[in-house]
């Protein structure tokens, strides 16, 4: 029996990863999408994997695709705009030879072979099947009145199973799935429209696990189940950051993104914010993806006179979507003007929001060299920057 795989990660949803559509986002140092496109590779039932993603990622999909999916490989192909139409498109380039074919969601990186072996053997004999996790709590009918939720009724839980992917196809089932697809009307499932085109779609054990990644709370877990941490504990990292640059002329200042008027500036191929600039390279080192040098290199004209306080928030986006948050940073400023003192709060409240944190996870102090540093017409500054996940 031939199965291929139709990896559906056509969807360009951005709620979990800010810039970044969520099978882009990583558990540990795999993307969610290679992650699951290895998962189906893993089966020994399948022959091969189609991948769908969204048209603008096609080309950086299709390294991962390879690697991912190994000789498994067949093709990447964009997606619709519909979940519906991606899975057509996918589809439509599996090879006509295949006896079964399996939609799986690219949120799910956890499936098993198992389960694969399920979806496989039961879509052979019904001609459709999915895979469903049993319902474990109490199911409860609410209807909304004067503001708030009341129960209306308690649903017998033997009676509903909650759908999972992978689903399965036989080829003739498909043959008649495949025109239904592409009507106007919107589902979540293929099975749904297998179920409209009257089959009888057979239900077997998924796994809890095989969950799907939908929000910061399932990123989270996702990541720390891989890692083997204990649940309930943040996972910690520490960078430390340093940035030194001299007074001069003609420059304005700016100290965390904060203009400071009536004092010169510092020089720099940017606008010289250090504080910036060391925050920026404690969070990257902290997440382990590398430093402000290399993002943003001072021989690019790109970044002349750049607002290093963007910077930091373009730099903190990645780190963002390697999983991380601020836990905290402490920052010391070496300079003898201007004070700082009377400059921590504005910088505090300017920094929490590159970093999307809060100011009370920013503490910034002022030091003056005393004579004791040889770079008295500077300023230096030192960060430390924990991030959790
Ligand atoms: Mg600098």
Redesign the pocket.
Known sequence: MIVDVVVAAGGQGRRLGGDVAKQWLTIGDRTIFERSVEACAASPRVRGIVAVVPAVDLEPARALAMAAAGTKFLAIVPGGARRQDSVAAGLAAVPGDADVVLVHDAARPFVSAAVFDRVIDAAASSGVAIAAARVHDTVKHVIGEGGRRWVDGTIPRDDLALAQTPQGFRRDALAVLLPSMTAPDEVTDEASLAERCGYRVEVVEGHPDNVKITTEDDLRRARRLLAGDAPGLPTTRIGLGY?S?RFAEDRRLYVGGVHVPGTRGLA?H?D?D?VC?AVTDAVLGAAGIGD?GGLFPDTDPAWKDADSLALLRDAFGRVRAAGWRVGNVDIVVICHRPRIGPLASAIRASLAGALATTPDRIGVKGKTPEGTSALEDAMIVHVVALLER
């Open positions: 940035d640059h720099g940017s010289g250090a600039h402000i």
